[in-house]
């Protein structure tokens, strides 16, 4: 089983970037996916998820300007982030989970600095 985010990097206040994540070893489009953040020192925080069904949810924090979405037939899932603001800096990884499994992938840093 792997999952492996990829896309990170720094980005001025405002900007933009897509993160993606890319699974393997498992039945794709049976889980839910989602993204999590955390800073040093802070909780992992859950920010984006879609069900298998596609249906979405979001944290307050990013609604509105970060969408996820899935690809099962490449067994991909992407985060697009707009409006990117310093208090976005984080490490950011991707989930996957169903009833009696959960996977990680490694985590990608994105930093939000002018």
């Known amino acids: 089983v792997q999952l492996q985010a990829s896309g990170g990097g720094l980005v001025q206040p405002g900007g933009s970037l897509r993160l993606s994540c890319s699974a393997s070893g498992f039945t794709f489009e049976d889980y839910a996916l989602g993204w999590f953040r955390q800073v040093p020192g802070k909780e992992r925080e859950g920010i984006a998820c879609?069900?298998?069904?596609?249906?979405?949810n979001y944290a307050d924090s990013v609604k509105g300007r970060f969408t996820i979405s899935r690809d099962n037939a490449k067994s991909m899932v992407y985060l697009q982030m707009n409006s990117l603001r310093p208090e976005d800096t984080a490490v950011y990884f991707c989930n996957a989970r169903t009833v009696g499994n959960e996977f990680w992938g490694q985590g990608t840093l994105v930093t939000v600095s002018s």
């Open positions: 879609i069900n298998n069904s596609g249906g979405t």
